[in-house]
């Protein structure tokens, strides 16, 4: 797992290979960083499902904070959180205390539904109006269609949840 890493820093990084050795010594001490760090260099984008979060911060925020770092950097930050985060807390609350720049920060790591998520949604919903107008609620292809709607519906929503908000 290590060699995918040293890899990425060499070959697309243009970082000598001493140089992404020592930056990765302290990725490798801690399982759960490695693995996310892998997940980028494959997906060329930070954890959504489950990311890791010290002291309130993800891989994600931190990219945004400090988008000079690689990605690797920023895990190494993410290190430093873990086994010393008084002194980068201090100074995250230092450089980072602008209210409208976290509130944005949140915001943009999270952004809301897109817009065809919203229209597809609103459809189903229109969908499950009509059927009960239409059918009527107490009839048995009321109730078959209204099932089918409502299930397709919990279908959807858990699948924005899941992957994620886009």
Same mark, same amino acid.
């Given at each position: 797992?290590? #060699?995918?890493?040293? #890899? *990425? ?6 970082? /000598? ?11 490798? =001490?801690?399982?759960? +960083?490695? #693995?996310?760090? +892998? @997940? ?5 984008? *930070?954890?959504?499902?489950? /990311?890791? $979060?010290?002291? !309130? @911060? ?8 400090? /988008?000079?770092?690689?990605?690797? !950097?920023?895990?190494? +930050? ?17 450089? *980072?205390?602008?209210?409208? *720049?976290?509130?944005? %920060?949140?915001? $943009?790591?999270?952004? /809301?539904? !897109?817009? %065809? #998520? ?11 109006? &009509?059927? &009960?107008?239409?059918?009527? =609620?107490? $009839? ?7 099932? +089918?709607?409502? &299930?397709? $519906? ?5 699948? &924005?949840?899941?992957? !994620?908000?886009?």
């Amino acid at each position: 797992m290590e #060699n995918i890493i040293l #890899n *990425y820093l060499t070959h697309e990084q243009n970082i /000598p290979q001493a140089e992404a050795k020592s930056s990765i010594a302290g990725i490798t =001490l801690h399982e759960d +960083i490695l #693995n996310e760090v +892998i @997940y980028w260099i494959k997906n060329r984008d *930070y954890e959504k499902r489950k /990311p890791i $979060t010290i002291s !309130g @911060y993800s891989a994600r925020m931190i990219s945004k904070m400090m /988008p000079s770092l690689n990605v690797v !950097g920023v895990y190494n +930050i993410m290190i430093q959180l873990r086994e010393d985060p008084n002194i980068l807390l201090s100074q995250f609350d230092r450089d *980072y205390k602008d209210k409208e *720049y976290l509130d944005e %920060l949140v915001r $943009t790591t999270n952004p /809301p539904i !897109g817009k %065809l #998520n919203v229209y597809f949604l609103s459809f189903l919903v229109l969908m499950a109006v &009509v059927s &009960v107008l239409v059918m009527g =609620l107490f $009839t048995p292809y009321g109730m078959i269609s209204m099932s +089918i709607v409502s &299930v397709i $519906t919990a279908i959807f929503v858990y699948s &924005v949840i899941r992957d !994620g908000i886009e």
